[in-house]
């Protein structure tokens, strides 16, 4: 079974410095998907960016961008020039490819990060 | 707009009760799931049901019920057989290889 762990359960960043949140997971599978989800104080559940696992090319969203090392099962999330609104707890999550039938597509994820942001 | 509109958002049981949670989504997308999150634990999957009509148990399907009559509506039971059910809920929905989408969630707690 696929697990996801996250070793930080909380990191604190300086407004306007970078901070990187780490994730690995462990599968046998080699095609999967990888995400960022940001949960601010409201609960609400937001995707902060994905990664397929055959793109080799790391993804990036504006200020956020992912390290993928495939070999060694690492996703880490770099965010740059932090401000105070991305003050939230992180999850990591892991997808196996979409199959109807099994249990295929459900997300597994890592128990959190909580970051803050210091003015 | 589109979305997944999870209702009540906050929901009290009382002992030997079962309440039912609400998620509709009106996006269209086939799979749809229930996660609980406490404390600490991140989130944790419930049932999921991929078409109409079919849903499986996920890690700690005890205690939970789900139904998948219409595409746009997985409502979850906590029976009174779930003796610890106070805790933050989350319904989520996704289409082929396209991330989740959550809705708002419902906190339910013990009187």
């Known amino acids: 079974a696929q697990t996801v762990t996250q070793s930080q359960p909380e990191m604190s960043v300086q407004e306007a410095e970078t901070v990187t949140l780490s994730c690995t997971y462990d599968?046998?599978?080699?095609?999967?998907?990888l995400f960022w989800y940001k949960q601010p104080p409201s609960r609400q559940m937001i995707l902060v960016i994905r990664q397929e696992a055959y793109k080799q090319q790391n993804a990036t969203e504006n200020r956020f961008s992912v390290n993928f090392q495939k070999a060694a099962k690492s996703f880490s999330l770099k965010i740059s020039d932090s401000q105070l609104g991305d003050a939230a707890m992180y999850f990591c999550a892991y997808r196996s490819p979409m199959n109807y039938g099994g249990s295929q597509g459900n997300l597994i994820f890592g128990k959190g990060t909580k970051l803050s942001v210091k003015p | 707009d589109g979305g997944i509109t999870q209702s009540p958002k906050y929901l009290f049981r009382k002992e030997g009760q079962n309440v039912t949670l609400s998620c509709e989504q009106n996006?269209?997308?086939?799979?749809m799931y229930w996660y609980r999150q406490d404390p600490g634990q991140g989130l944790r999957l419930i049932y999921y049901?991929?078409?109409?009509?079919?849903?499986q148990k996920g890690d700690i399907a005890e205690g939970y019920s789900v139904s998948r009559e219409k595409k746009e509506s997985f409502p979850l039971t906590v029976t009174s057989a779930q003796k610890n059910p106070t805790a933050f809920y989350l319904c989520?929905?996704?289409?082929?290889?396209?991330?989740?989408?959550f809705g708002d969630g419902t906190r339910l707690s013990i009187l």
């Open positions: 989520a929905s996704s289409i082929a290889w396209q991330p989740q989408h």
């Open positions: 996006l269209n997308h086939d799979a």
């Open positions: 599968t046998s599978e080699s095609d999967y998907y």
């Open positions: 049901s991929q078409i109409v009509n079919d849903f």
